[in-house]
C-alpha cells in the first residue's frame, strides 16, 4: 500500500515556473514507478510525465517536454515536477500516482494521490 500527498500547486502568471512535490508513504516507494497526470472538468485525465524506480529513464507527454522535469529522491520518498514557463493550458488538477511498471496509461497506475491545482493565469 502507497498513500500520496501531492503539494506545491498555486496560481501563477503564464511563463512563470511552479514546482509539485508528491510525498509517499511506505517503505517500498523506490520499487514504484512514479507518474504525474493532470485533468480538467470534463475532460480525461491526461498523462503528463513518468519517472522509473531509480529515476534513469523519463518519459513526458509532448506537450510538456522541454518545460517540465520529473525527478525523484528516494531517501526522501518524494518525487517532483518542475514545471517552467507555464501556460494557461498547463492549468489543471495535477494528480501524482504510482505503479510497477513504466507507462504514459493512467488505468495502469494503482496508487493516487489527491491532487493539487494548478492555475496558470494569461
Known amino acids: 500500500q502507497v498513500q500520496l500527498v501531492e503539494s506545491g500547486g498555486g496560481l501563477v502568471q503564464a511563463g512563470g515556473s511552479l514546482r509539485l512535490s508528491c510525498a509517499a508513504s511506505?517503505?517500498?516507494?523506490?520499487?514504484?514507478?512514479m507518474g504525474w497526470f493532470r485533468q480538467t472538468p470534463g475532460k480525461e485525465r491526461e498523462f503528463v510525465a513518468a519517472?522509473?524506480?531509480?529515476?534513469?529513464?523519463?518519459y513526458y507527454a509532448d506537450s510538456v517536454k522541454g518545460r517540465f522535469t520529473i525527478s525523484r529522491d528516494n531517501a526522501k520518498n518524494t518525487v517532483y515536477l518542475q514545471m517552467n514557463s507555464l501556460k494557461p493550458e498547463d492549468t489543471a488538477l495535477y494528480y501524482c500516482?504510482?505503479?510497477?511498471?513504466?507507462?504514459?496509461?493512467?488505468?495502469?497506475?494503482?496508487?493516487w494521490g489527491q491532487g493539487t491545482q494548478v492555475t496558470v493565469s494569461s
Open positions: 519517472i522509473s524506480w531509480s529515476g534513469g529513464t523519463t
Open positions: 511506505g517503505r517500498t516507494f523506490s520499487r514504484y514507478v
Open positions: 500516482a504510482a505503479t510497477q511498471l513504466l507507462s504514459r496509461k493512467y488505468d495502469m497506475y494503482d496508487y
